[in-house]
């Protein structure tokens, strides 16, 4: 149990600490996304996320979202997405595994060193 309370307080932190910034980069700074661009993607993204359930294939739901953030975008036109930022955000998702595996072992070896020193 205190493992799920653990990992339910990390996710509230983390969204509280950079909810808005991500919001913020998805909806104004990947693509300017107007109201009815937003609905098309949570749409797309909503029967995306429903199909991979339904097959059983494990998908993100950001990734999946950015995904269709980017297509609505790139339906005005191709340039209506800043591709730079695009690039950003996959780079931040292909550092994300080995670097929070690093500090994974860092701090498995750091509380194994205190608790048996």
Do not use: D, N, Y
Request: aromatic content about 8%; glycine content about 12%.
């Amino acid at each position: 149990m205190w493992v799920i309370l653990s990992a339910h307080a990390a996710i509230g932190l983390g969204t509280l600490a950079g909810g808005w910034r991500i919001v913020k980069t998805m909806g104004m700074r990947l693509t300017k996304l107007k109201p009815v661009g937003g609905f098309c993607a949570e749409t797309a993204g909503a029967v995306t996320l429903i199909g991979t359930a339904i097959a059983g294939i494990p998908v993100s739901t950001t990734h999946t979202i950015t995904g269709e953030i980017s297509g609505v975008g790139a339906t005005q036109r191709i340039s209506a997405v800043r591709w730079g930022v695009a690039r950003q955000i996959v780079w931040a998702w292909v550092l994300t595994i080995p670097l929070s595996a690093a500090i994974a072992a860092g701090s498995f070896a750091a509380i194994k060193l205190l608790l048996f020193f």
